[in-house]
């Protein structure tokens, strides 16, 4: 009955290399982010997405992609990885804006 | 630009002793602040909205839009307390949350 999973759980990976993360809900809510969790533990929106619109963070490089087959799932897809790229991926939902939940968080390693 | 700041990236207090993290922000409309929480080896969650005006798990929190502040506070602090607190704003009609630093609360036995 998990609300928002995200899958994997770690991801080590090349650099160079792309991959996706995949999120899913089963809240019904209607818009879906991703956040970035860097070493510092700073936390930061990386997009917003809902069924008629997408917002992406300005400082968000273009090699991210969030991809949503259906309303229940937001993928993020990252091209040509980076050391940069390093940090925990959170993905979340919300009903209302403010009010989200969040995924447990893939720990991504970029070596 | 909206932006959160908090000053303090550890905050370590006894077990019963009062407890404040700050948070302060800028925004130049009417904000919505919220405090998230994030438990060793949790998710991150919502804790309180200012615009509930309640307490969890103990915890207040006031929008002093004077000193444009919304700190945390609770009386007697308790060993579960200790977890990553983020303060968050969110702009008027928008749905991204600006996140703050976080500040880590340890509260010892």
């Known amino acids: 009955d998990t609300a928002v999973s995200q899958t994997p759980k770690y991801l080590v990976t090349q650099m160079g290399n792309d991959k996706s993360i995949k999120c899913e809900q089963n809240?019904?809510?209607?818009?879906m982010y991703w956040y970035k969790q860097d070493s510092k533990k700073f936390l930061k929106i990386m997009f917003s997405?809902?069924?008629?619109?997408?917002?992406i963070n300005e400082t968000v490089p273009n090699r991210f992609s969030p991809k949503s087959p259906d309303k229940a799932h937001l993928n993020l897809h990252i091209n040509s990885l980076e050391l940069g790229d390093s940090a925990v991926y959170f993905c979340?939902?919300?009903?209302?804006?403010?009010?989200?939940?969040f995924g447990p968080g893939t720990r991504l390693t970029v070596l | 630009a909206q932006r959160v700041t908090q000053p303090e990236k550890l905050l370590s207090v006894f077990k019963g002793a009062p407890v404040e993290l700050k948070c302060n922000y800028s925004?130049?409309?009417?904000?919505?602040l919220f405090w998230y929480v994030q438990y060793s080896r949790q998710r991150l969650q919502l804790l309180l909205r200012?615009?509930s005006r309640e307490s969890i798990k103990g915890f207040t929190a006031d929008l002093n839009k004077g000193e444009t502040s919304f700190h945390l506070k609770k009386p007697f602090a308790q060993e579960e307390d200790s977890a990553m607190y983020y303060c968050?704003?969110?702009?008027?009609?928008?749905?991204?949350?600006?996140f703050g630093g976080g500040t880590r609360l340890m509260v010892k036995p």
């Open positions: 997405y809902n069924n008629k619109e997408l917002i």
């Open positions: 200012h615009i």
């Open positions: 968050a704003l969110i702009a008027h009609a928008g749905n991204m949350l600006t």
């Open positions: 809240l019904g809510h209607d818009t």
């Open positions: 925004y130049s409309g009417s904000p919505e």
């Open positions: 979340a939902s919300s009903p209302a804006p403010g009010t989200q939940y």
